[in-house]
């Protein structure tokens, strides 16, 4: 695994004495070695206001040491990626699944929300 990234979480929200303002924060769950792989093998056809688009998903490969507590609803940003530094900034949301006996990797499929 190339690639660097973070996944955070959502930790609430406090409020800003100095402002009045509830600022929300999150916390880092996970920062270390990534993998991020756009697309699938099989796409589907979506209708979406009488558009058709093609929705395919996407998957983050995660060590299998250290990402235990990684969840769906965390957020995986790109931090670092020597191969295509277009890729740095990319977020993504984490979807339910990853788990499976004898894994060499956590794989989770992800909707990318931000380029």
């Keep these: 695994m190339d690639s660097t ?3 955070t979480r959502n930790g609430g929200r406090t409020l800003d004495p100095n402002t009045g303002q509830y600022v929300y924060t999150s916390d880092v769950v996970y920062e270390g070695p990534c993998e ?28 299998v040491k ?7 609803g965390d957020v995986w940003e790109c931090t670092a990626n020597p191969l295509d530094e277009a890729l740095v900034g990319l977020k993504a949301t984490l979807k339910p699944g990853g ?13 990318v929300i931000s380029t």
Excluded: H, W, Y
């Design 5 to 7: 990234g973070r996944i």
């Design 36 to 63: 991020f792989k756009q697309g699938g093998t099989q796409a589907a056809n979506v209708e979406s206001a009488g558009q058709l688009l093609t929705a395919q998903d996407s998957i983050l490969k995660l060590p």
């Design 66 to 72: 250290g990402t235990e507590n990684v969840e769906a």
């Design 99 to 111: 788990a499976q006996t004898f894994a060499t990797s956590r794989r989770f499929v992800v909707e």
